[in-house]
């Protein structure tokens, strides 16, 4: 430090503070990465939380198919879903404008929305272990076959747990695998995500609400 | 021994006369509700069912009708009545709202019997009062269920009709368990189906039902939903988060748990019907005593330990639940719901201005809003 005159310290100090300031964000925002249509929404877990995820879609002017829990061969079928009709413990809507993509049309992109309910789970027939089971199917065939995978966490710290708990076993089955990651700030408190994004070096957005979805939503698919 | 015998019948008939006094007291006392410049129309319930006419379970229906024509929303409060966040919610919005486009159609006590009861062994207080700028408005406490003066044995076991599924006997007396009632039934089940009328004849788009919660119970500080309501309760929740910075989530209403409002009104007609829960820290069972304090501040020292050990549904700390807050939000969330809505159905729109949110009556206070019933004509203000 010999080289830079006393008086300069100060000013040293300050411009290291704003750069640490200015590149501690950039940490956490990445570019956000673009997804194409058609897209399925799915919960990874069985919250409420994909309702939250259709919603704010549906607020973007995003048409999207949604069942609770499909498996591999109903996501072969593509959009439409097989015609199929919902169902005790069984839930599909169809709202892909089917003029750009017709019935059958493979989808590209899938949202996963993050979060454990027993509650859910119970009424679609499902345990902590069978729900894993079907999310690793559903990410090796997203992998195989190029499909985009988005994983979202909105659900804040009542949808996180301990290491290991049905909240943190959910993430696990999903998030690592994932090609864009979105969460609020209360689900990201322990930066769990932002360690999985920087290890797998996955794009991550962090937001304060919500509702902040709708924009970036927007964004992926524009 | 006698002389014994005959000093506590004498203390017997004393405390026998005192509480039959408050309690005859309680049950008579009038509350002044103001319909404000936006009333265009006053019916009572009966209206919807003549049998109703003359009895306890009968009560005030007010109409606010806009220029416009557009959508409809009913709105109760007071179907417990020992959730007085429902009332007050409701009198702020009759006092105060003026619709621009479609009906704003408010029961404010939808179990008027209730409201003139009080819950047996538990200590309520019999009345409280909210302080505004020109004097403190004094409001009966009431009970969840009807009053048994009103409603008449109770069965063994109350069979609901007309799913059948079998309730407590209490909840014969409860008008969030009588949906969606019958005309022939016991008066609760009257009222539900003469609101059901309601919601059929003047085509009702939604209906919200306003409660309050136990912090201890995990349905609080929510909106409760059907399958039909749940997107539009959703977008009101992230907004209301968003916006205003307070938490409302959304909870599934169980399709299998039968008459609830939020169950049987979406299934009997083609309403959207929400439920909206409020945390009300004295109606928890571990708190200190049942005071008047303790209903409009929601401050307990063994619920705040509670909360250090995480056994609480919500965020609490030395502040409390008051009452402001907790009316507060179920303005925002009515209000948010009337927007959201509108926005997705602009032919059925319902615009209504002059009613304060959250922030505004966390600011002021609920009394704010209350408009003193002496400065204003006496046909303006009804009595249930």
């Not at chain 2, 409060?77 to 409701?90: D, R, S």
Request: contains cysteine; charged residues 20%; hydrophobic residues 40%.
């Amino acid at each position: 430090m010999k080289f830079l005159a006393k008086k300069y310290w100060g000013l040293t100090l300050f411009s290291i503070i704003i750069l640490f300031i200015l590149i501690l964000p950039l940490r956490a925002q990445t570019k956000i990465p673009k997804a194409s249509l058609p897209v399925l929404t799915t919960s990874a877990g069985q919250s409420n939380d994909v309702n939250t995820v259709n919603i704010i879609l549906e607020e973007a002017g995003i048409k999207y198919d949604y069942c609770d829990v499909p498996d591999v061969d109903l996501i072969k079928s593509g959009v439409g879903l097989a015609d199929r009709e919902s169902g005790p413990g069984f839930h599909v809507e169809v709202y892909t404008d089917l003029s750009k993509y017709p019935k059958g049309t493979p989808y590209k992109t899938i949202i996963f929305a993050i979060g454990a309910s027993l509650k859910g789970m119970g009424a679609s027939g499902l345990t902590v272990e069978t729900e894993e089971a079907r999310l690793k199917r559903i990410v090796d065939y997203c992998q195989k076959n190029n499909i985009f995978i988005i994983a979202v966490h909105v659900g804040g710290s009542a949808l996180r747990g301990a290491p290991g708990s049905d909240n943190e076993r959910m993430i696990d089955a999903v998030a690592p695998y994932a090609n864009y990651i979105i969460v609020t700030k209360d689900s990201n408190k322990d930066g769990r995500f932002t360690n999985i994004a920087k290890a797998r070096n996955i794009p991550l957005t962090e937001v304060d609400y919500a509702l902040d979805l709708v924009k970036i939503f927007k964004e992926v698919f524009q | 021994m006698i002389r014994i015998k005959i000093v506590l019948l004498i203390i017997l008939v004393i405390i026998l006369t005192i509480s039959g006094f408050q309690l005859y007291h309680h049950r008579h006392y009038q509350i002044p509700i103001v319909a404000g410049p936006g009333v265009t129309r006053v019916l009572k319930l009966s209206h919807y069912l003549p049998s109703l006419k003359g009895s306890m379970a009968d009560t005030w229906v007010f109409f606010l009708e806009g220029q416009e024509p557009g959508g409809k929303v009913l709105i109760l409060g007071n179907t417990h009545a020992n959730e007085p966040e429902g009332l007050l919610t409701a009198l702020v919005i009759i006092e105060n709202g003026q619709v621009e486009k479609g009906t704003v159609i408010i029961i404010p006590q939808f179990n008027h019997s209730a409201s003139r009861f009080t819950r047996p062994g538990d200590g309520y207080p019999l009345f409280f009062e909210i302080p505004t700028s020109w004097g403190k408005k004094k409001f009966r406490m009431g009970n969840r269920e009807a009053s048994p003066l009103d409603q008449w044995p109770d069965p063994d076991v109350y069979i609901h009709y007309p799913e059948r599924q079998l309730l407590s006997f209490l909840d014969a007396r409860n008008v969030n368990r009588t949906w969606p009632g019958r005309p022939n039934g016991l008066p609760m089940e009257q009222v539900t189906f003469a609101a059901m009328e309601l919601i059929r004849q003047e085509r009702v788009d939604l209906v919200i039902d306003i409660h309050g919660a136990e912090t201890m119970f995990p349905v609080t500080n929510c909106i409760v939903a059907p399958e039909k309501s749940a997107k539009l309760a959703t977008m009101v929740s992230l907004t209301v988060k968003a916006m205003e910075k307070f938490d409302n989530h959304v909870e599934p209403s169980p399709p299998k748990f039968r008459g609830l409002s939020h169950r049987e009104i979406g299934d009997y007609s083609e309403a959207m019907p929400f439920l909206l829960e409020a945390p009300i820290p004295f109606l928890d069972q571990p708190t200190g005593p049942k005071t008047e304090r303790l209903l409009l501040d929601g401050r307990d020292p063994f619920l705040l330990r509670l909360a250090r050990k995480k056994k609480l549904f919500v965020p609490y700390d030395e502040t409390g639940w008051p009452m402001d807050k907790r009316v507060g939000q179920h303005l925002s969330v009515t209000l948010e719901l009337l927007k959201q809505y509108s926005r997705r159905t602009p032919d059925r729109a319902i615009v209504i201005h002059n009613v304060p949110r959250y922030a505004e009556v966390v600011e002021h206070g609920v009394g704010y809003y209350f408009v003193n019933p002496s400065t204003v004509s006496p046909d303006k203000i009804y009595f249930n």
